[in-house]
């Protein structure tokens, strides 16, 4: 992409997501979010999260072939089951880094 | 207004957010060292921190310039990330009367899952200062997260590819997915996300774009089948 293309386009991110956050702000809370959007707003997150996780714990690309990367997929899963009990975000980079080091150290 | 109330809470505000201080800092700096890495000028890199100011939408961003998406599907990806703000934003309104158009614009520029999370605790303890103390956490996120992208993005080089230090976004992102499942509809959406992304190969790198819509659908069908396992919204 050209430079230019490149400012352009964070420009536009960054005005649409201060409209976003401002919406109802803005509004002084006059405003009510109807039922069909909250679901909508509400189940987005978790599959959105998920989607950028899921490909970085592959061995290769995604598509029909993916396969896992050993060492990824238990430090992925040891930070989740980390996220689960303590609710710490540094607590799980803490501990899912170091399994992926560990399991990379003995060369796994 | 700068009231000695106001002032008192903004402090409080800024107070609260020392204990997330680490976990920001590190995912600041691997949003600087990423969009950097992928070839942003510094210019660039920084404009992402501190326009869009969004972690995940931030890392969105990045992979999609890197994979060589469309301008349209980065900002259209990008946005649907931060969606949630909007509901945020809601929630927030109802606790803003009595403030100036000032307050509420720099509230909506400063507004963070992190910033929001805690405030909401706040008013869930019956407090009053909500406004101000929000823009105490919400301004003091800003800039740990702004000198953590500029440390990212000049130092982030530095670090040898063999620390994976990419993985801390993956890592970053569990951590915040794991609390959302509290039910069988939401851990239905991540489920199917996750799946889509990985298997669902789409032109012009509209994976998330799919992942985001069908992950949605799958979650709002199975809570019409399962009724029980809805959540307060």
């Known amino acids: 992409m050209a430079e230019i293309a490149i400012w352009g386009v964070i420009a536009a991110l960054g005005l649409a997501t201060f409209a976003t956050r401002l919406s109802f702000l803005a509004l002084l809370g006059e405003g009510e979010l109807p039922l069909w959007l909250r679901r909508i707003l509400h189940y987005v997150p978790p599959a959105i ?46 501990v899912g880094m170091a399994v992926l080091w560990g399991l990379t150290l003995v060369q796994w | ?66 994979a060589g998406a469309p301008g349209w599907v980065v900002v259209l990806t990008g946005w649907v990330v931060n969606l949630r703000f909007m509901m945020y934003s809601a929630t927030l309104a109802q606790h803003f009367r009595g403030t100036t158009r000032l307050e509420r614009w720099l509230a909506g520029y400063l507004l963070t899952d992190q910033a929001f999370a805690v405030t909401l605790a706040r008013v869930l303890d019956g407090r009053k200062d909500i406004p101000w103390f929000f823009l105490g956490i919400a301004a003091t996120l800003w800039v740990f997260w ?12 530095l670090v040898p590819a063999s620390w994976s230090i990419d993985f801390v976004v993956a890592l970053t992102f569990i951590g915040v997915l794991a609390p959302l499942l509290r039910d069988r509809a939401m851990a239905a959406a991540a489920v199917s996300g996750g799946l889509t992304s990985v298997y669902l190969v789409l032109p012009l790198k509209l994976n998330l774009m799919a992942a985001a819509l069908i992950g949605a659908a799958v979650g709002i069908a199975l809570e019409k089948l399962w009724p029980k396992s809805r959540s307060g919204a």
């Open chain 1, 49 to 94: 999260l998920a989607a950028i996780i899921a490909p970085q714990v592959l061995a290769g690309a995604p598509g029909l072939a993916a396969t896992l990367d050993g060492p990824r997929t238990l430090a992925a899963l040891a930070g989740f089951a980390v996220a689960l009990l303590t609710r710490s975000t540094f607590a799980t980079i803490a």
């Open chain 2, 1 to 66: 207004m700068l009231t000695p109330d106001n002032r008192q809470a903004l402090l409080a505000g800024a107070r609260a957010c020392i204990p997330l201080a680490p976990g920001v800092l590190l995912f600041g700096m691997v949003c600087g060292a990423a969009a950097a890495g992928v070839g942003l000028t510094p210019g660039q890199s920084f404009a992402l921190s501190w326009l869009v100011f969004a972690g995940s939408s931030q890392i969105v961003a990045t992979q999609l310039f890197a």
């Open chain 2, 146 to 157: 702004q000198v953590a992208s500029l440390a990212g993005i000049f130092l982030g080089a």
